[in-house]
């Protein structure tokens, strides 16, 4: 376990949008012991921590974090012992060169979540999902540190309450992910294609399954155009991927929601089923609110990309106020012109919108 307190070192040397103030002290966790023992340390010493994977889900105040900063950084993946078609994979792996290695060992199942930055760690919290796909579908379960009783253990996928980009440990720190389990498909063929547009892309039909290998180059074709794909030369990729989650309208309000949207914009309204309602494209009411691919926010530091709008960009010299700027006036903007209020994906520490 590497640890540093002689300097401070500051978030946006961690994390993809390149944002954030110091960190008053930092911790590496090669291992899951280590991640359990770092944890534990600052725990019983009273100290706040902020675990840190692939930094590509997190904003960070410009004051940085006053507290421990734990690098989970436990790698690799391997195939289960026990199970025929499941891979037990480290929370500090980089996620997609786990589905890169999945693919490459004519393993599939998770080749439509490719080009996503981040680590394992953080999938099974967020719900991670891409192109009608969502990590839920493949997660078997999550071995975990449970700081409140200071133990390890596994909680099986139907103990997680995933959903749309959620799941029980998103919005609380208890729940340390260690390991995170995985069923993947041994014939190395796709999770069916349900995404139109990917659908379209490899020239199949919706529910179609094709190589891995196949899947995950249309995948990344696509990502790249939306800069989705992270190259530290376009600054469209410095971003937090998707800002806001797409809303979901409850089904008691979806009839007026949408009338009121049509009789605004004149057109018909992209909608998908959901649980408990229907489901908007927040990148669809962005646009339509007046903030195109590029819009720019303070001093043009900041700007939603040029190719997606759905992402907040930073452009080279901004701070994290002038991102939350920008995000502000594109969610209140949304909400004037349509009365539907967009939510953040990020964690947001140390700052608010």
């Known amino acids: 376990m590497d640890t540093r307190t002689s300097e401070l070192p500051k978030l946006s040397a961690y994390t993809t949008l390149r944002l954030g103030g110091p960190a008053r002290r930092f911790v590496s966790a090669v291992t899951s012991e280590d991640l359990v023992a770092a944890v534990r340390e600052a725990d019983a010493a009273g100290e706040p921590v902020l675990l840190l994977g692939g930094g590509s889900n997190l904003v960070v105040g410009d004051a940085g ?79 975990l540190y449970d700081r409140g009783t200071r133990e390890v253990r596994t909680l099986k996928a139907d103990e997680l309450g995933f959903a749309y980009r959620t799941s029980v440990l998103k919005g609380t720190d208890t729940g340390v992910v260690l390991s995170v389990r995985f069923e993947v498909r041994e014939d190395g063929l796709s999770a069916p294609i349900r995404y139109a547009e990917l659908a379209r892309t490899l020239g199949v039909e919706i529910g179609a399954r094709v190589p891995a290998a196949e899947a995950r180059e249309a995948v990344l074709k696509l990502r790249r155009g939306k800069g989705m794909v992270l190259d530290p030369a376009d600054h469209d990729t410095w971003s937090a991927g998707s800002f806001f989650t797409n809303p979901i309208v409850p089904s008691t309000e979806a009839e007026a929601v949408l009338a009121r949207i049509t009789g605004v914009v004149g057109a018909e309204v992209p909608q998908y089923p959901a649980d408990g309602g229907v489901k908007l494209s927040a990148a669809w009411l962005i646009e339509r609110a007046g903030f195109g691919k590029g819009y720019p926010g303070p001093g043009n530091r900041v700007s939603l990309s040029t190719k997606h709008t759905l992402a907040l960009t930073n452009r080279g010299d901004a701070t994290t106020e002038d991102l939350l700027a920008l995000a502000r006036e594109v969610r209140d903007g949304v909400e004037q012109r349509f009365g539907v209020r967009l939510h953040p994906e990020p964690l947001l520490i140390n700052c608010v919108i």
Not at 68 to 75: I, K
Not at 89 to 98: I, L, M, R
Not at 105 to 121: M, R
Not at 131 to 137: F, L, S
């Open 65 to 143: 974090f006053d507290g421990t900063l734990v690098e989970v950084a436990n790698t690799g993946w391997r195939r289960a012992g026990d199970r025929a078609g499941h891979v037990d994979v480290e929370a500090g792996q980089n996620w997609d060169a786990f589905v890169a290695g999945l693919v490459d060992a004519g393993l599939g199942g998770l080749e439509c979540l490719s080009g996503i930055p981040g680590s394992v760690g953080a999938t099974p919290i967020q719900n991670v999902g891409a192109y009608g796909c969502e990590v839920a579908e493949s997660i078997v379960s999550v071995e």
